[in-house]
């Protein structure tokens, strides 16, 4: 796999960025809002609300930027990280809302049909990047479900070991081993 | 510290799958900074996770580049768009701000002009009331003055009178009208020593401006002038006559100014003094 080259060093695109350019902003758009999209529909399976959420975090990014520290971390992963979060925190907030409402419970098996329609639903997978979709696929299947249970859904490890019923240190190892997998899938 | 066995420890991909604890993420944020092997492993962790995030691309609908881009502010750092730019950015961030100030202004303004206008009108009206109870209290004033002068006049003649009344050997003497001046009824103060006269008229018929009412004294058959008087209700000082006797008090109808002697066919009243 091969990633896109930036056509400024990152530096100068932070440098810009702190600028609120807007030349600097389309490249960034244009870099990562697929895969922050892809992302948000992986957490929250529904395009409607992945469209606004990625809305709301580019505003976040936006306002934020001066936070953004190139010592602690690369870019993406903080883009990635405010994403995330932003998706996390909106579905803990909904979940919150609709807990205490008993009449709620009913919508919530609507969500739940949505939800399934919306994994039908989704759209095909950006051509590029089938090759990387088929090296996703070789994950194995256990460690890609840890991952994308406390990534995606935003489980500690504790809550993800008790939801698939697997004593902590196996999930703390899996984890480990899924991310090596990656590691190596990507780099090979 | 063992940094391969820390490495190992899963801490790091909780930390990049953002599922560390606080504490571990300040403790991972701690020891990368000072290893550069948990650096180096935490850098790699990161590239495989957005390596995946990349792999799960999925093209956003094309209208929403330019919908989130409507809700971001830019700086102005184009050279072609700055000078398009700057131009309704100055124009359209003043607005909001000056626009409520603008119409504040006015209504205060317009308040505090209502409230001066209110207040003149006020002022207007205090001066209005004030100046008409002025106006009554001067006319009470002068209505009062004049009072105070008849009554000292009064008082005056009335002293006189009681000065005359006082003086031993005063005579009161009453003079009814005949049947000339049937309501005609005054007195005549008189002291025979002195020879001081005043008339008190209770009433006496009015006369055309031409006449005077005249008082004579009688003497050994003589008449002799005592002096003129309108016909007007109150004390009259005449002029002292003759000491002496006097037979009788007369009046006669004269014309104005007097007669040096008496028509008798006009008297109106005649009374004898008392025997002396």
Redesign the interface.
């Known amino acids: 796999m091969k990633r896109t080259q930036p056509f400024v060093s990152e530096s100068v695109l932070i440098e810009k960025l702190s600028r609120r350019d807007q030349q600097a902003f389309q490249w960034l758009y244009d870099q990562y809002s697929a895969a922050l999209y892809g992302v948000l529909l992986k957490i929250v399976q529904e395009e409607e609300q992945a469209e606004d959420l990625l809305q709301e975090a580019f505003i976040k990014i936006w306002n934020n930027l001066d936070a953004y520290d190139a010592n602690k971390g690369r870019l993406f992963t903080w883009l990635l990280n405010i994403t995330r979060n932003t998706a996390i925190d909106s579905i803990r907030a909904s979940k919150a809302a609709h807990r205490p409402n008993p009449s709620k419970a009913i919508r919530t098996d609507e969500e739940n049909v949505y939800i399934v329609d919306g994994q039908h639903n989704t759209p095909p997978v950006n051509p590029d990047h089938i090759g990387v979709q088929d090296v996703v696929d070789q994950l194995r299947p256990e460690r890609k479900e840890l991952i994308d249970l406390v990534y995606f859904k935003g489980y500690t490890h504790e809550e993800a070991a008790e939801s698939l019923n697997l004593p902590l240190g196996t999930v703390k190892t899996r984890i480990r081993a899924a991310l090596q997998e990656l590691k190596q899938l990507f780099h090979s | 510290m063992n940094v391969a066995e820390y490495i190992?420890?899963?801490t790091l991909?909780?930390y990049?799958?953002?599922?560390a604890?606080d504490q571990e993420r300040r403790e991972v944020?701690c020891l990368s900074s000072i290893y550069p092997e948990i650096k180096q492993e935490?850098?790699?962790?990161?590239?495989?996770?957005?390596?995946?995030?990349?792999?799960?691309?999925?093209?956003?609908?094309v209208a929403?580049?330019e919908?989130?881009?409507s809700?971001?502010?830019?700086?102005v750092?184009?050279k072609t768009?700055a000078a398009d730019e700057e131009e309704p950015e100055t124009k359209v961030l003043p607005m909001p701000d000056t626009r409520p100030i603008y119409n504040f202004t006015w209504i205060a303004a317009a308040s505090v002009g209502l409230l001066l206008l209110a207040f003149s009108f006020f002022l207007i009206t205090r001066l209005r009331d004030n100046q008409q109870a002025l106006a009554s209290l001067r006319s009470t004033n002068a209505a009062l003055q004049q009072d105070i002068n008849a009554l000292k006049t009064q008082q005056s003649s009335s002293s006189q009178v009681m000065a005359l009344l006082r003086q031993p050997g005063t005579q009161i003497i009453q003079l009814k009208g005949n049947e000339k001046a049937p309501d005609g009824n005054l007195a005549v103060y008189w002291n025979q020593q002195t020879g001081q006269l005043a008339l008190d008229i209770s009433s006496l018929p009015a006369l055309p401006s031409s006449q005077q009412y005249q008082l004579w004294t009688l003497k050994g058959g003589k008449p002799f002038d005592a002096g003129v008087f309108d016909p007007i209700t109150g004390v009259h000082h005449l002029h002292p006559i003759q000491q002496g006797t006097v037979d009788a008090f007369a009046i006669t109808i004269e014309q104005r100014g007097g007669s040096p002697t008496p028509h008798l066919e006009s008297l109106i009243a005649m009374t004898p003094t008392k025997a002396s």
């Open positions: 190992a420890s899963g991909e909780a990049i799958l953002g599922a604890s944020e935490l850098d790699q962790l990161a590239l495989a996770l957005e390596d995946y995030a990349m792999a799960l691309s999925v093209e956003p609908p929403l580049r919908q989130i881009m809700q971001l502010t830019f700086g750092t184009q768009t």
